[in-house]
């Protein structure tokens, strides 16, 4: 029981002084740099996130768009909307209109869209 002991408590060592030395080694390389990089990463991430739901959701409450056969993607603030089904040009043309109204929208495509 006690080489057990004994055993134990120089692995404990060993592993501790392992993790120490490899935290370390991380620490020494640039974390502002690249903590700052990956914020703005999540955040362009989030806001686009947020914007996709954001115009799904104002599409599938407006009366007269069939909000639910609508595609929305967007990447660092472009809203690219896209469809298998065949909208007239008035919904279309609604349709963009309540894209580019939404907070953080630069710019709409509209040319995945099906029309008349």
């Known amino acids: 029981m006690k080489k057990f002991a004994i055993a134990a408590a120089t692995a404990t060592a060993l592993t501790l002084t392992m993790a120490n030395a490899a935290f370390a080694q991380q620490a020494t390389q640039a974390p502002l740099t ?38 929305v993607e967007t990447n660092k603030g472009v809203v690219s909307l896209s469809s298998d089904v065949t909208l007239s040009d008035s919904q279309k043309d609604m349709a963009v209109a309540i894209t580019k109204k939404i907070q953080g929208v630069k710019a709409v495509s509209a040319d995945g869209l099906k029309s008349e």
């Open 34 to 71: 690249v903590a700052a990089g990956e914020m703005t990463e999540a955040k362009e991430a989030t806001s686009d996130t947020w914007i996709t739901t954001k115009v799904k959701a104002d599409l599938m409450t407006e009366k007269g768009i069939p909000g639910t056969d609508i595609k």
